[in-house]
């Protein structure tokens, strides 16, 4: 796959000739891992890549901070694509890679679901890789994004 690479938002975006495949956009996670030890927390140790309707592809890593300060490698990726005027995530995926070097998929947390719903209502249909063959789409994980029942 040719990709014309362009730094922005300290993140690097790539412009896809084509759709990223699972694979792919797991590989583009894992590939920006770079685990560091500050103190008694860790940053660095999870990555996000995400694919944009316009066939973009944006990254981020994880920040843990005390006193809750940090954020996900969710929010890194899709603060990227907001600073590049995009806001429709088409997939995202979330990787962790252990102390011995294992990869494994992450679930996003709520607040992330939260997060990508907040940044665009469409990104209701986003397609979330849970693992290689299991994909589901944010809505399924947000069942309830819309509820309020009067009491």
């Known amino acids: 796959m040719n990709h014309a690479a362009n730094i922005k938002a300290a993140n690097i975006v790539y412009e896809a000739d084509e759709r990223l495949m699972t694979d792919e956009l797991i590989e583009k996670a894992e590939s920006i891992i770079k685990t560091k030890k500050i103190g008694a927390f860790t940053v660095g140790d999870v990555g996000c890549a995400l694919i944009t309707d316009r066939e973009n592809v944006y990254t981020g890593v994880c920040v843990d901070t005390s006193s809750g300060m940090g954020f996900c490698a969710e929010h890194t990726a899709i603060g ?64 309830y994004y819309d509820w309020f029942h009067k009491v």
């Open 80 to 143: 990227a694509m907001i600073t590049a005027g995009e806001y429709r995530i088409k997939s995202i995926v979330a990787v962790w890679k252990d102390e011995k070097g294992e990869v494994y998929i992450l679930a996003p947390c709520g607040r992330c679901r939260e997060f990508m719903y907040q940044t665009n209502k469409e990104n209701l249909d986003t397609d979330v890789l849970l693992g290689r063959d299991k994909v589901v789409k944010l809505k399924d994980l947000l069942p």
